[in-house]
């Protein structure tokens, strides 16, 4: 499929880099943007895109599998299939160049894509439908079509909101990583308190 074959780009890029990059690679980085976790060259320049490739297949398997897959927003499933893809052609090739000596600031393309990706997410909420794929999937929401939908509703906004503070806390220095753990706690619990009060109320 198209979106596999995207993630195995990066592969190119690993052949004509290869010779120049260290035999240990960073992977990972703490949130002052200092690498904390190093890979073997071999295992970060193919296994990385083989493994993101093998996670998009599954992906497609599951929300093509949902029963109720017409009722998830299709632009949210064409996200949800690119999203792997996306990320491989962005972040294997920031590891390599970083690995090469690039000054190229993980510790903001990192909230700054995470904070995107949940604005697209919450602008889209609202126009899902209930399934078992994409979406607040808890077991008040799964039951009533009404506390579904405005769990969603109350999400799509609260997630727009989230999305654009965890961006912008990529360029508060040091703080993004305290911005981003907070506001997720929001992002999942104000929804689920939410849906749990609906049910309280018999919605």
């Known amino acids: ?8 780009l ?6 004509v880099l ?19 976790n190093f890979a073997p060259k071999s295992i970060a320049v193919w296994g990385l895109p083989l493994f993101l490739a093998g996670m998009n297949i599954f992906t497609h398997i599951v929300i093509n599998g949902d029963p109720k897959k017409a009722n998830a927003s299709s632009v949210l499933k064409q996200f949800g299939k690119w999203m792997i893809p996306l990320l ?10 970083k690995a090469l000596g690039y000054p190229i ?20 909420l609202p126009k899902c439908k209930q399934n078992y794929t994409i979406g607040i999937k808890l077991p008040w929401t799964l039951n009533s079509h009404d506390n579904w939908n405005k769990t969603h509703h109350l999400s799509g ?25 907070i506001t997720t706690a929001i992002l999942v619990v104000v929804p689920f308190m939410y849906s749990y009060f609906l049910y309280k109320q018999g919605i």
Do not use: R
């Open 88 to 97: 491989s052609v962005i972040i294997v090739p920031i590891i390599l160049f």
């Open 18 to 36: 290869y010779n120049d990059l260290p035999k240990q690679i960073a992977i990972h980085w703490d949130y002052a943007g200092n690498p904390d």
């Open 157 to 181: 906004y609260l997630w727009i909101i989230g999305g654009l503070c965890i961006a912008a806390g990529g360029f508060l220095n040091g703080y993004w990583l305290p911005i981003t753990l």
């Open 1 to 8: 499929m198209t979106t596999t074959l995207v993630c195995l």
């Open 105 to 124: 600031q993980i510790e903001v393309i990192a909230p700054v894509l995470v904070g995107i990706m949940i604005i697209i997410i919450g602008n889209y």
């Open 10 to 15: 990066p592969i190119i890029l690993s052949f």
